[in-house]
């Protein structure tokens, strides 16, 4: 067993055991108490070209224009010879999980998810996140930051500084990119503290 699946393993047992003791369950909020946002439409699985490496797939486009997604819930996007279909996803959890949410594990694969986060003001953040494998984020069209790692997911495994965020509505477009095994990704706007940005808010509609 690799070490990436004994982590995967180590991680399942512990929320099985915090959902025991009362913890770890789902969270009704679009962004939670640590800043992480719950709430994404997901599009997914798109298959990596026969022939693609994952870690270099991070920087092809799947789909046309990825930056400027701006989906609804139940939108259906011709994505090679498939049709796919923009679904809510609520996570469980500070990561979404596509393989929970598709009902399969899928290997070699896309997953793009989107959220729409409103600011109360104009302001600059950080963005951190972290993904299981690689992934690429981009925040109103423009790319902010990527990783082409093969890892586990957790908190705050990259952090992308001076982030713009408008007053109003701004689009998060999160590509993850699955090698094998477990696909999650994760993501949060924090101060300067590393705290939550204080009067955040997401939805599922621009």
């Known amino acids: 067993m690799s070490a990436k699946q004994l982590f995967g393993v ?3 047992c512990a929320v ?3 959902g025991v003791a009362g913890f770890g369950r789902a969270d009704d909020k679009p962004i939670d108490d640590e800043g992480f946002i719950r709430t994404w439409l997901i599009l997914a699985p798109i298959p990596l070209a026969e022939g693609d490496n994952p870690g270099e797939a991070v920087d092809k486009e ?3 224009d990825e930056g400027k997604l701006s989906p609804k819930d139940g939108e259906k996007v011709k994505v090679g010879e498939k049709e796919l279909e923009w679904k ?3 996570a469980e959890d500070y990561f979404f999980d596509v393989n929970k949410h598709i009902g399969s594990d899928t290997d070699r694969s896309t997953a793009y998810a989107v959220a729409y986060v409103v600011a109360p ?3 600059t953040a950080s963005l951190k996140i972290g993904s299981d494998d690689g992934c690429k984020v981009y925040v109103n069209g423009k790319e902010v930051g990527k990783s082409a790692d093969d890892r586990a997911v957790d908190k705050d495994q990259n952090t992308f500084e001076n982030v713009a965020l408008k007053k109003g509505v701004n689009v998060v ?3 993850v990119i699955n090698n094998g095994g477990e696909w999650k990704g994760a993501a949060r706007f924090a101060d300067k503290d590393g705290k939550p940005v204080a009067g955040l808010k997401a939805q599922l509609t621009k």
């Open 16 to 18: 099985a055991v915090a």
């Open 173 to 175: 477009v999160f590509k």
């Open 10 to 12: 180590a991680a399942a």
């Open 62 to 64: 799947q789909v046309k």
């Open 88 to 90: 809510k996803l609520t």
């Open 121 to 123: 003001d104009d302001l």
